[in-house]
C-alpha cells in the first residue's frame, strides 16, 4: 500500500485547509485509514481515523475541528481543517492499517503499517 499526501502549506489562524492523501496498491488490505501529526520535539500525534464501514474516530486538540472523509473512488481520504491554530503547524502523514480496529484501537499509531511521506502545515498568527 502506497499512500501520497498533498495539500499543506501556509495558512493564517483561524483559517482552513483541506489535506488529501491517495492510496495505491493493495487497497483491499486496508482496514482503516488515518491522519495523525508530528510537531518538533513532539510526539506524534493521532488526528483522525476513517474505517471502510466508513466509521470515524477522532482524538487529541484537533477534535471538532477537523473532519475526515474518502472518496473510494478517487482512492482518496482527505482531512478538513478548520479554525486553524499556530499549534496547529505539524508534518501531517497519512497512514493504513490492514488490521481490525474499534474505538481508542483505531489511534495506536504503532498499528499502521503504511504511511506516506507526510506534508508540512504552517499556521501563521
Known amino acids: 500500500v502506497q499512500l501520497v499526501e498533498s495539500g499543506g502549506g501556509l495558512v493564517q489562524a483561524g483559517g482552513s485547509l483541506r489535506l488529501s492523501c491517495i492510496v495505491s496498491?493493495?487497497?483491499?488490505?486496508?482496514?482503516?485509514l488515518g491522519w495523525f501529526r508530528q510537531a518538533p520535539g513532539k510526539e506524534r500525534e493521532f488526528v483522525a481515523s476513517?474505517?471502510?464501514?466508513?466509521?470515524?474516530y477522532y482524538g487529541g486538540s484537533m477534535k471538532g475541528r477537523v473532519t475526515i472523509s474518502r472518496d473510494n473512488a478517487k482512492n482518496t481520504v482527505y482531512l478538513q481543517m478548520s479554525r486553524t491554530e499556530p499549534e496547529d503547524t505539524a508534518v501531517y502523514y497519512c497512514a493504513a492499517r490492514t488490521t481490525y480496529c474499534s474505538g481508542d484501537e483505531c489511534s495506536d499509531s504503532n498499528d499502521y503499517g503504511f504511511w506516506g511521506q507526510g506534508t508540512q502545515v504552517t499556521v501563521s498568527s
Open positions: 496498491g493493495q487497497i483491499s488490505r486496508t482496514f482503516a
Open positions: 476513517i474505517l471502510w464501514s466508513e466509521m470515524t
